[in-house]
T-cell receptor, first 119, second 117 residues
Framework: DGGITQSPKYLFRKEGQNVTLSCEQN?????MYWYRQDPGQGLRLIYY???????QKGDIAEGYSVSREKKESFPLTVTSAQKNPTAFYLC??????????????????FGAGSRLTVL | AQSVAQPEDQVNVAEGNPLTVKCTYS??????LFWYVQYPNRGLQFLLK??????LVKGSYGFEAEFNKSQTSFHLKKPSALVSDSALYFC???????????????FGSGTQLTVLP
């Protein structure tokens, strides 16, 4: 089955530690995204990548880092600089059509999420 | 700038009754509009989208949404609610004319729908 796999599903971290969340897709999608979800705040974009070896900051990139070395993979590192990292993290992907307008209409496919708790 | 508002944090409806989950948006140009649903501890699932054309859009699981340009709204509706429809619903918007990092979807804060048996 095609889809997005996020791991781990649950993660506990001590303050001051970096952690990396995995996101793998087998949909052959060009674009990948990381969102953070907090109760009552909806989804906020952390980073996104439209092509391999390229990524852009979203609305709340501070304290996070990403890489896009392979089309299938877009790992997110939550660094010790992130002041309030406890949240539900969602990875998503979408095909990147040839035109700007068409790509904007693409539907996002989401993974099942990773819940990070800082102790 | 683009934004979207879901004015109700919680909507309760009896099974078999019609349901409406409200969404209003703000864009400088024309919008792409989406509805997603999230079940507990899961990712979001796509329900429907408006790109252009008919104002009434039909989607998955019997849901539909009506695009109203004059009221800048895109309310989600279903004629007869099921208990299994209970979930968190998100509206999202993208301005067709946006560029750079703003070319990504902006999500609303979500509305928790509870269908009572």
């Amino acid at each position: 089955d095609g889809g997005i796999t996020q791991s781990p599903k649950y993660l506990f971290r001590k303050e001051g530690q970096n952690v990396t969340l995995s996101c793998e897709q087998n949909l052959n999608h060009d674009a990948m995204y990381w969102y953070r979800q907090d109760p009552g705040q909806g989804l906020r974009l952390i980073y996104y990548s439209q092509i391999v070896n390229d990524f852009q900051k979203g609305d709340i990139a501070e304290g996070y880092s990403v890489s896009r070395e392979k089309k299938e993979s877009f790992p997110l590192t939550v660094t010790s600089a992130q002041k309030n990292p406890t949240a539900f993290y969602l990875c998503a992907s979408s095909p990147r059509a040839g035109t700007i307008l068409a790509s904007g209409a693409n539907v996002l496919t989401f993974g099942a999420g990773s819940r990070l708790t800082v102790l | 700038a683009q934004s979207v508002a879901q004015p109700e944090d919680q909507v309760n409806v009896a099974e078999g009754n019609p349901l409406t989950v409200k969404c209003t948006y703000s864009v400088s140009g024309n919008p792409y509009l989406f509805w997603y649903v999230q079940y507990p501890n899961r990712g979001l699932q796509f329900l429907l989208k408006y790109i252009t054309g008919d104002n009434l859009v039909k989607g998955s699981y019997g849901f539909e949404a009506e695009f109203n340009k004059s009221q800048t709204s895109f309310h989600l509706k279903k004629p007869s609610a099921l208990v299994s429809d209970s979930a968190l619903y998100f509206c999202a918007v993208r301005d067709m004319e946006s560029s750079g990092s703003a070319r990504q979807l902006t999500f609303g804060s979500g509305t928790q729908l509870t269908v009572l048996p």
